[in-house]
Nanobody, 122 residues
């Protein structure tokens, strides 16, 4: 079992920045790829960014490319999502998940955090 806890969400103005953290406990975190997903009201959960076990490879959605950066520190059992140039449409609950490296499919992930709200205002 892996327990995941997200933090760092909040209210930010458009154009601003936030960094989300996903901290794991339980099984060795370095055994898992990690993905960030988000879900806005009335919409399906969508892939945002993923990172492999070592942190050497990442992928991300077209909608966030060039603005969001995923990274990890396995010594701290933590994955980060740095978000810059935030837009109104980035408003959502953001979730981290542990599972196969770099998968963009939510159903492929075994463990999920509880989510953290990110609200971008105009």
């Amino acid at each position: 079992q892996v327990q995941l806890v997200e933090s760092g969400g909040g209210l930010v103005q458009a154009g601003g920045s936030l960094t989300l953290s996903c901290t794991a406990s339980g099984r060795p975190f370095s055994n898992y790829g990690v993905g960030w997903f988000r879900q806005a009201p009335g919409k399906e959960r969508e892939f945002v960014a993923g990172i492999n076990r070592s942190g050497g490879n990442t992928n991300d959605a077209d909608s966030v490319r060039g603005r969001f950066t995923i990274s990890r520190d396995n010594a701290k059992n933590t994955v980060y999502l740095q978000m810059t140039s935030l837009k109104l449409e980035d408003t959502a609950v953001y979730y981290c998940a542990a599972g196969p490296p770099l998968s963009t499919v939510p159903q492929h992930y075994d463990y999920w955090g509880q989510g953290t709200q990110v609200t971008v205002s105009s």
